[in-house]
């Protein structure tokens, strides 16, 4: 890659990026956290839609922006950030799918790596390793804040998936999972932020909340449950980055 090289999917200033970055799939999910926890919030990425917002929480810069669903999408974005605004954190929130029978809905998941069948890593440099690491010092002070705040965080590996496993059965692919047993949910983006973490040399951490779950098909969370787990999840995202 040339020094030349610009950003292509962000379109922003690299002073109005700021160095802490929350990173939710969806765009108006990014909009309801600017609007609703940020101080003087203001749109500086529109590219695409990919709506992202800088302002403060707690007198702390924080950027919140949206990544897209899936390895790839949120692969370009967290690349860019971490490559050419210089980022140095990045929490990803989000929804998942329990794996595991003691993960129950709305419970909150802290993810110490993400397994995945997924061609990204290899695809950029021939990497094989099919498990990437969340950040560990990242980890820590999320699990430590969590304690102070007294919420409950269930801990462990998750899997990153290429699909939305909802819609047809992927038994066939934890089968070939070597850690089967121990993990914790489903979900489809964070094996490649941690892994473009590694690869810049940054930090990147995943929280999400478990919305469905094989075990109990017959819960529904609802939507005003659906969005009290989201904000607890996101304010400890935003009081453990600040930090």
Same mark, same amino acid.
């Given at each position: 890659? $040339?020094?030349?090289?610009?950003?292509?999917?962000?379109?922003?200033?690299?002073?109005?990026?700021?160095?802490?970055?929350? %990173?939710? $799939?969806?765009?108006?999910?990014?909009?309801?956290?600017?609007?609703?926890?940020?101080?003087?919030?203001?749109?500086?990425?529109?590219?695409?839609?990919?709506?992202?917002?800088?302002?403060?929480? =707690?007198?702390?810069?924080?950027?919140?922006?949206?990544?897209?669903?899936?390895?790839?999408?949120? $692969?370009?974005?967290?690349?860019?950030?971490?490559?050419?605004?210089?980022? =140095? =954190?990045?929490?990803?929130?989000?929804?998942?799918?329990?794996?595991?029978?003691?993960?129950?809905?709305?419970?909150?998941?802290?993810?110490?790596?993400?397994?995945?069948?997924?061609?990204?890593?290899?695809?950029?440099?021939?990497?094989?390793?099919?498990?990437?690491?969340?950040?560990?010092?990242?980890?820590?002070?999320?699990?430590?804040?969590?304690?102070?705040?007294?919420?409950? %965080?269930?801990? $462990?590996?998750?899997?990153?998936?290429?699909?939305?496993?909802?819609?047809?059965?992927?038994?066939?692919?934890?089968?070939?999972?070597?850690?089967?047993?121990?993990?914790?949910?489903?979900?489809?983006?964070?094996?490649?932020?941690?892994?473009?973490? =590694?690869?810049?040399?940054?930090?990147?951490?995943?929280?999400?909340?478990? !919305?469905?779950?094989?075990?109990?098909?017959? !819960?529904?969370?609802?939507?005003?449950?659906?969005?009290?787990?989201?904000?607890?999840?996101?304010?400890?995202?935003?009081?453990?980055?600040?930090?």
């Amino acid at each position: 890659m $040339g020094d030349d090289m610009k950003p292509i999917h962000i379109v922003a200033e690299k002073k109005d990026i700021a160095p802490i970055v929350l %990173l939710p $799939g969806d765009p108006l999910r990014a909009k309801y956290i600017a609007e609703n926890f940020l101080k003087d919030a203001k749109l500086v990425n529109s590219v695409r839609n990919m709506l992202a917002f800088t302002g403060t929480y =707690k007198d702390v810069p924080v950027t919140v922006m949206g990544s897209g669903m899936g390895c790839p999408s949120i $692969g370009i974005y967290s690349y860019e950030l971490y490559h050419f605004y210089d980022v =140095k =954190k990045i929490i990803r929130i989000g929804s998942s799918g329990s794996l595991n029978p003691n993960v129950k809905i709305s419970d909150v998941v802290l993810s110490t790596g993400a397994y995945s069948e997924s061609a990204l890593a290899y695809s950029w440099n021939k990497d094989t390793n099919k498990y990437q690491e969340a950040s560990t010092q990242l980890n820590e002070i999320i699990a430590n804040t969590a304690l102070e705040m007294n919420i409950p %965080l269930k801990y $462990g590996p998750t899997y990153t998936s290429d699909i939305f496993d909802i819609y047809t059965d992927i038994e066939h692919l934890f089968e070939r999972c070597p850690i089967r047993d121990d993990l914790m949910c489903a979900e489809m983006e964070a094996f490649a932020l941690f892994f473009f973490a =590694k690869e810049c040399k940054k930090e990147a951490a995943m929280l999400t909340t478990v !919305v469905d779950s094989k075990y109990t098909p017959e !819960v529904v969370i609802t939507p005003k449950e659906r969005e009290t787990s989201l904000n607890t999840m996101i304010e400890l995202a935003l009081e453990s980055i600040i930090k």
